[in-house]
C-alpha cells in the first residue's frame, strides 16, 4: 500500500511508519482489539495521504463497472464524452493503465452549457473524490505560471508556493477541472506537459507533485462559433461540425500539447429533446425544495416543454435555464409561502401561454 500510495518516501521506511501509526491508534482506542489489521492500516494510510476511504474498499470496483450509466442518467446526450472518461477510469482502477501518468487527461470541447463542467462534478461524485476547479480566464499573461506552480527565488511570493500545486499536494487523489483552458496563456500549456507525460509536477522550489492519482479535464468553447453557426435553432441537428472544431483546437493548441492528451472529445449542442431532460432535472430539484416546505406541485408536460424552450438554446445551451426557472417559476410560490397560504398540492400548468398554478382540491 505504501509503495503505491507514498510516493516521496522510501521503503522500508514509510511501511514500517505505517505500521507504528497504526499501533498507535489501536493503542489509545479502548474498544479496539491489541492486533493491528489491514482495516487499521487502510485507516492510516487514507488519513496520511488524504485518500477517500471509498477508493480503497472492493465496493469501488462495483460503482467504477456501472459507471458509464450512472453518468449517462446524469449528463444528458453526451454519450461519447461519458464513455470516453468512463474507459480511462475503469482502465487505471483495473490496474492495466500507466501507472506514471495520471488517471486520464481530457480537453472537453462544445458549446455553451451542454454538461461539460457538469460532467466533471458528476465524475468527482460518483468516485467520493474533491473537485478541483479552476476558471483558466483568470491565467491569461504570461507570468500567471507563477500563480500555479510558484513564483522564481528572489521574487515576490516564492515563499507562498503556486495554487495549483498547494491544492494538489492537499489533495493528491482528485478531478481537477481547467475551466475555459483556450483563455490561458501559451506558456501554461508547457506546464502541463510534464503532468500528462509523467504523472509529476515540479513546483517553484522543485518539489515533484504527484499527479498520477488525478483526473484532469479541461473545457474549451474553442471553435463553437463557427462550427454552429449553419445549426442554430431548436428545429436542427444538434450535431456541431466536428472538423471546424478539430480546426480551431490545431490551432489555438500546441501540437506537443494535444498529443499528450488521452482524448480530445467534442460535445453535442442542446437539441430540444435534451432540453427537456435538463429542464426536468431542474424541476425535480425545485420540487424536492418544495416539498420540505410542504407542497406538493405537478408539472404539466405543456408547461416542461415551454419552460424548456424558454430556458434553453442550441446557441447557449442550458445557461439560462436557472435564471428563467427562477423569474417565472420560483417567483410564483414565493409570496404564497411567505404568507402562509401556500395549498399543499398544486398543478402548474400553461393557460393562454402563461404559467398558472391551478391547486388541487382535496378529496
Known sequence: MTAKYIHDRFLPDKAIDMIDEAGAYVNVTPSHTAVVDVDDIEEILCSVCKIPKKAMVKEEYETVVNIEETLNAKVFGQKEAVNAVSEAIKLAKSGLGDEN?????????????????????????????????FDMSEYTEQHSVAKLIGSPAGYVGYEDGGLLTKEL????????????????????????????????????????????????????????AEASKPALGFGSSNTVNVSA??????????????????????FNGLDEAMAVLVTKKELDILSEKLAKKNIKVNFSEECIKKIAKEGTSFEYGARNLQRM???????????????????????????????????????
Open 169 to 224: 499536494l492537499k489533495n493528491p487523489h482528485c478531478v481537477l477541472l481547467l475551466d475555459e483552458v483556450e483563455k490561458a496563456h501559451p506558456d501554461i500549456f508547457k506546464t502541463f506537459l510534464q503532468m500528462f507525460d509523467y504523472g509529476m509536477l515540479t513546483d517553484n522550489k522543485g518539489h515533484k507533485v504527484d499527479c498520477r492519482q488525478t483526473l484532469v479535464i479541461m473545457t474549451s468553447n474553442a471553435g463553437v
Open 101 to 133: 501518468k495520471p488517471i486520464g487527461s481530457f480537453l472537453f470541447v462544445g458549446p455553451s452549457g451542454v454538461g461539460k463542467t457538469e460532467l466533471a462534478k458528476q465524475i468527482a461524485n460518483e468516485l467520493s473524490l474533491k473537485l478541483i476547479r
Open 245 to 266: 472544431v478539430t480546426d480551431a483546437v490545431n490551432r489555438m493548441f500546441p501540437v506537443e500539447f494535444r498529443n499528450r492528451l488521452s482524448a480530445i472529445v467534442t
Open 325 to 363: 426557472i427562477d423569474e417565472k417559476i420560483k417567483k410564483m410560490f414565493v409570496k404564497e409561502i411567505l404568507s402562509g397560504t401556500a395549498v399543499k398540492e398544486c398543478d402548474l400548468k400553461v393557460i393562454e401561454d402563461q404559467y398558472v398554478i391551478v391547486p388541487v382540491l382535496e378529496k
